[in-house]
């Protein structure tokens, strides 16, 4: 993964150094994705119809947790996420 240019703190930059911490985080989020492709199948299998919305939206509330757990510099996507992300910020710079 030489040839690509990752942001500064996002999550693919954690892949290319696995030596941080947050190295199981980027685990984490391999399982989960594993996880909600595993469900989807089987609600599929028997019938179900689960919307792209549905997905993207478990995607997304999955990658905020990670966001916010971590402190990164990316911005939440999911509105409650956004004002925890902003309180977290905020308390963070009274922090210094």
Not at 24 to 47: C, H, K, Q
């Amino acid at each position: 993964m030489t040839h690509y240019e990752f942001q500064k703190s996002s999550l693919g930059s954690f892949i290319s150094d696995p030596s941080k911490e947050t190295d199981n985080m980027v685990y984490l989020y391999a399982f989960y994705i594993l996880d909600l492709a595993l469900r989807v199948s089987v609600l599929e299998t028997i019938g179900a119809i689960v919307e792209d919305e549905i997905k993207e939206y478990l995607l997304d509330e999955h990658l905020d947790w990670i966001r916010l757990e971590k402190h990164l510099e990316e911005d939440c996507v999911i509105p409650r996420n956004v004002l925890t992300q902003m309180l977290q910020r905020l308390q963070e710079g009274y922090g210094e």
